[in-house]
């Protein structure tokens, strides 16, 4: 999966297919699921979330929950129009997980973040990949009707094992 914290298709993605896609392909041990974090505008916002949803060096799962909060909330950061009031919206969330200023502070100024984000596009762009979300499978890419529910068990049913 290639996506960016900051593309309102890949928010969509998640509220409609991600729980079907984690229930009945991950959580069974169908699909693993690899995520290529990209950098969509605005990519300060895109960089600050992924940061945010890895505060604290969390595992997969905590990781992809709040990936979740983050494209429901997606639309109030990105709008509230300046980096000082996205900052502080990512700030108030992070609260909410048990994470301090110092911590949220610390991961949005991480470097390493920044090298493992650049290693992800330079792997999307090598795929040719040139919008997010955009999916591949056993490394092969996906039709787009894979971003629908329908598409996307369609796929995966003729493609995986039962």
């Not at 940061?51 to 109030?76: H, K, P, S």
């Not at 949005?108 to 090298?115: A, E, I, V």
């Amino acid at each position: 999966l290639n996506a960016s914290m900051a593309c309102p298709h890949c928010a969509h993605f998640h509220a409609e297919n991600w729980p079907l896609l984690k229930a009945n392909y991950i959580d069974t041990g169908r699909l693993r699921l690899t995520m290529q974090e990209i950098l969509t505008e605005p990519a300060v916002a895109a960089f600050a979330m992924f940061q945010l949803a890895r505060c604290g060096n969390v595992d997969g799962t905590e990781y992809f929950r709040r990936m979740g909060i983050l494209f429901e909330r997606q639309r109030a950061i990105i709008g509230t129009g300046t980096v000082g009031g996205m900052v502080e919206s990512l700030v108030t969330t992070g609260a909410e997980w048990g994470l301090t200023r110092a911590q949220i502070m610390a991961s949005l100024n991480d470097s390493s973040g920044q090298q493992r984000i650049s290693r992800s596009i330079e792997v999307a762009n090598a795929a040719g990949v040139t919008a997010t979300p955009t999916f591949f499978l056993n490394g092969r890419r996906v039709p787009d009707d894979f971003a629908t529910p329908a598409g996307m068990v369609r796929t995966l049913n003729a493609a995986l094992p039962r």
